[in-house]
């Protein structure tokens, strides 16, 4: 056992590479599977910790590849797809929008840039940077020289319109609480 076996064994790979090859071929199906299972017999034998006395080396180097061409035909198999999973995977529905989906969904953007004008220009401004730029409503507040409460209330009106031009909310709607008339 020793280095000089291992030697032996990637001098008898490397002159016998195309025979060994066109064996394996046969046996894989492409030149490709074939090459993968030479070079990963290359790596078994550079890699091992041991090689053992080797009587026979050419015959044990046709073990090893044998082996790594049996591992890779199992693999290979455990990869393959059944006829009706093939067939499935043909029937899976689509996340792309189709013609109408399209369509419809250009005028709804338009009908919202349309509301979207419709609102007065601070309501549009709060709600565009906001909803649009996604800053906080404190530092949109802050900025405008708002109250908090008031530029939240500002963004839930421009909802409300766009939601009912969009006919997603019956006009006149509100969906913000209602405050407790305060007795003082």
């Known amino acids: 056992m020793g280095e000089s ?13 195309q025979t060994l090859e066109q064996r394996f071929v046969r046996r894989l199906g492409t030149r490709a599977a074939a090459s993968d299972a030479l070079h990963d017999a290359y790596l078994r034998i550079r890699m091992a910790r041991a090689v053992p006395k080797l009587d026979d080396a050419a015959s044990y180097l046709g073990r090893i590849v044998g082996n790594v061409a049996a591992d890779h035909r199992r693999s290979a198999s455990r990869r393959l797809l059944s006829q009706t999973e093939i067939a499935a995977s ?3 529905p689509s ?7 399209i369509a419809e969904s250009r005028s709804e953007v338009m009908a919202l ?4 004008r419709e609102l007065p220009a601070r309501r549009r401004a709060i709600f ?3 909803r ?8 949109i507040a802050d900025s405008l020289g708002l109250s908090r409460r008031t530029v939240e209330t500002e963004i839930q009106r421009a909802l409300d319109h766009c939601a009912a031009r969009l006919g997603k909310l019956p006009a006149g709607t509100c969906t913000l609480p209602r405050r407790k008339a305060s007795r003082g």
Do not use: K
């Not at 840039?113 to 979207?116: E, N, P, Y």
């Not at 649009?132 to 530092?139: K, W």
């Open 128 to 130: 565009i940077a906001a």
């Open 5 to 17: 076996d291992r030697a032996t064994l990637l001098r008898l790979l490397l002159e016998q590479y």
């Open 113 to 116: 840039q349309a509301a979207l």
């Open 90 to 92: 043909f029937e899976l």
């Open 95 to 101: 996340d792309v929008p189709g013609p109408d989906g």
């Open 132 to 139: 649009v730029q996604g800053r906080p409503h404190q530092a």
